[in-house]
């Protein structure tokens, strides 16, 4: 199956679609940096440099999927949050891609920064414009009387102009798909709606429930890794009594931790490798509400600094309150990249690079997903043309 991706970024996004399946065509990414480490590690990728609103994406050719992450900053918590009056909001260029495309499927992804109720019309229009890519939206009107008019389009159930999409859209956390990472992102799934494919976001593999278990009622957790078991904390009493009980338990794994992520790595203070960006940097500091990660805990968010590393969030907490950056690796396997995997430019660079990332698991299951969904159709219409072409032949 072929895909395109906009705004690719360092990758992420698409090597967990490479895992799932889907070949790469063409990736499309501004960031000199990024598309240097795209070409470092992929030099069979067609990555192509520049402004994504000067793509023809009808000479790319036809593909099963077009994929995305539209800038996160115009509707970050962390940033200034002018969402469609950004010039960096890039929601209808992947609009634009899906209306020359029109692709069996789409996948977008943002931060959960955009389910803010300020931004809800604004979430609403993005996805309608997604559901009826080829309704005729107005340029010399505002963009909430397009809402309106695709409301009232929508509302109809006529679609008869061109092609239409069921479009579900889905908050998920990383932790959840075995990602050492509490990392919130709203995700944009849509299916061409000829293929009559019904598709709900895959479920979680990973549960805090099941670290829970492994650290509190079995102590799994602390044998693993050599270490005496640490006391539950005494607000935990009733849950945990619960858990122990298996009543509220599901058939799947735990959360993944920073040291799960950091396993097997010299401390970078003793032994860094610069050719595997394992490298530490002095300079790390806690300040209120952002104190960095826990051991064993799954890491915060990373995050991507306009200007510099952000601290908190991209630090490690030690248990005795010390606290130092995470290196570019450790990073990166806090994002699920492969260890093989190496990254382009400086420190600052890198981090902004891993900062802004998909984590490669969270895009490999919903890629899988999606890919289980595209192959049922494909077979359904394979057997459907056999089936027409036998009745043919009979007349």
Not at 8 to 25: D, K, P, Q
Not at 176 to 202: A, C, E, I
Not at 296 to 314: Q, R
Not at 321 to 345: H, L
Request: with cysteine.
């Amino acid at each position: 199956m072929r895909s395109i991706e906009l705004f690719a970024g360092a990758g992420g996004m698409a090597l967990g679609l490479e895992r799932a399946g889907f070949a790469s065509v063409a990736l499309y990414e501004r960031n000199a940096d990024a598309c240097g480490t795209l070409r470092l590690n992929r030099p069979e990728w067609t990555v192509v440099e520049g402004d994504v609103r000067d793509v023809d994406f009808p000479g790319v050719g036809p593909v099963d999927l077009v994929a995305g992450g539209p800038p996160c900053q115009p509707f970050s918590m962390g940033g200034k949050a002018r969402g469609y009056e950004d010039t960096r909001d890039m929601f209808p260029q992947a609009v634009r891609a899906v209306r020359e495309l029109l692709p069996p499927a789409f996948l977008f992804e943002n931060v959960r920064g955009l389910l803010r109720s300020a931004f809800a019309n604004y979430v609403e229009y993005i996805r309608l414009q997604l559901a009826h890519p080829t309704f005729p939206v107005s340029q010399n009107v505002d963009w909430t009387t397009n809402l309106r008019r695709l409301q009232r389009f929508h509302s109809s159930a006529r679609d008869e102009a061109g092609a239409s999409y069921a479009v579900m859209v889905h908050l998920a956390d990383a932790a959840n798909y075995g990602v050492p990472q509490r990392r919130h992102r709203v995700f944009f799934v849509g299916f061409r709606n000829d293929l009559d494919v019904g598709w709900s976001f895959p479920p979680a593999t990973h549960t805090q429930d099941d670290l829970l278990v492994a650290k509190y009622v079995s102590g799994d957790y602390w044998r693993e890794f050599g270490l005496s078991p640490d006391e539950p904390p005494g607000s935990m009493a009733r849950r945990l009594s619960r858990l122990a009980t298996g009543e509220l338990l599901r058939p799947t794994a735990r959360w993944r931790t920073v040291r799960d992520a950091l396993s097997g790595l010299p401390d970078p203070r003793e032994a860094s490798s610069p050719e595997t960006n394992h490298v530490f940097q002095p300079g790390a500091r806690s300040y209120p509400g952002h104190t960095g990660s826990p051991l064993d805990e799954p890491a915060k968010a990373l995050k991507a600094g306009d200007h510099g590393v952000p601290g908190g969030e991209n630090m490690l907490r030690h248990a005795d309150g010390q606290v130092r950056y995470f290196t570019v690796r450790e990073s990166a396997r806090i994002q699920t990249f492969p260890d093989n995997f190496c990254f382009s430019g400086s420190w600052t660079e890198s981090m902004r690079q891993l900062g802004n990332a998909v984590p490669v698991k969270l895009a490999e299951a919903v890629g899988r997903s999606i890919a289980a969904r595209l192959q049922t159709a494909q077979f359904r219409r394979r057997c459907v043309g056999k089936h027409v072409a036998s009745a043919t032949s009979l007349r």
